[in-house]
């Protein structure tokens, strides 16, 4: 059974995150030139910030300094979070982004936009904007049915608890 550089990687990696509350979201090497670029990308139920991205790249370049993972050429270390448009591959990414404005690419052809209202198991219950003014619809999409999907950056985002759109 071979084991890939990204492999090995993650499975260093994976520990030092978790020991800090973190999920280990990806592992990315990508060539800059003369170095190379370890991005390890790292996200938690509250987000992640600057000191925790700073105590896992202290922690993870200390790990990888003992070892031979990355070989001998010269590399750059990056620690960061996934961002704010970022995929939702898993279902933790989902139940994260509950109250966000999402983009759907459903199997069957076709893209929704809608805001996130709640996850289970078997699916996502979402509200679709409605149009000028107009009260949002409800729709439920089976998670078998979404091919791909992203959160939506919003400028005017709706404060959490704001009934407001809501009916009464």
């Known amino acids: 059974m071979s084991t890939t550089q990204i492999d090995r990687l993650r499975e260093l990696l994976e520990p030092l995150a978790a020991k800090r509350g973190m999920n280990l979201e990806d592992v990315k090497i990508t060539p800059a030139g003369r170095r190379r670029v370890l991005q390890i990308v790292v ?19 200390e790990a990888l300094d003992e070892g031979d993972l990355m070989g001998g050429a010269p590399y750059v270390l990056e620690v960061t979070s996934p961002g704010a448009e970022r995929p939702l ?3 933790r990414h989902y139940l994260r982004s509950v109250g966000r404005l999402v983009r759907l690419r ?13 996850v289970d198991d078997t699916g996502l219950d979402l509200e679709i904007p409605g ?22 950056v919003e400028f005017s985002r709706r404060p959490a608890g704001d009934e407001s759109t809501k009916e009464a």
Request: charged letters at 35%; proline letters at 2%.
């Open 131 to 152: 149009e000028k003014g107009r009260k949002g619809t409800a729709r439920r999409v089976d998670l078998a049915d979404v091919a791909s999907a992203r959160v939506e």
């Open 43 to 61: 996200d938690t139920d509250e987000g992640v910030g600057l000191d925790a991205c700073a105590e896992l790249s202290r922690a993870a370049s």
């Open 106 to 118: 459903l199997t069957g052809g076709g893209e929704l936009a809608a805001r996130l209202v709640a």
């Open 89 to 91: 591959t898993e279902p």
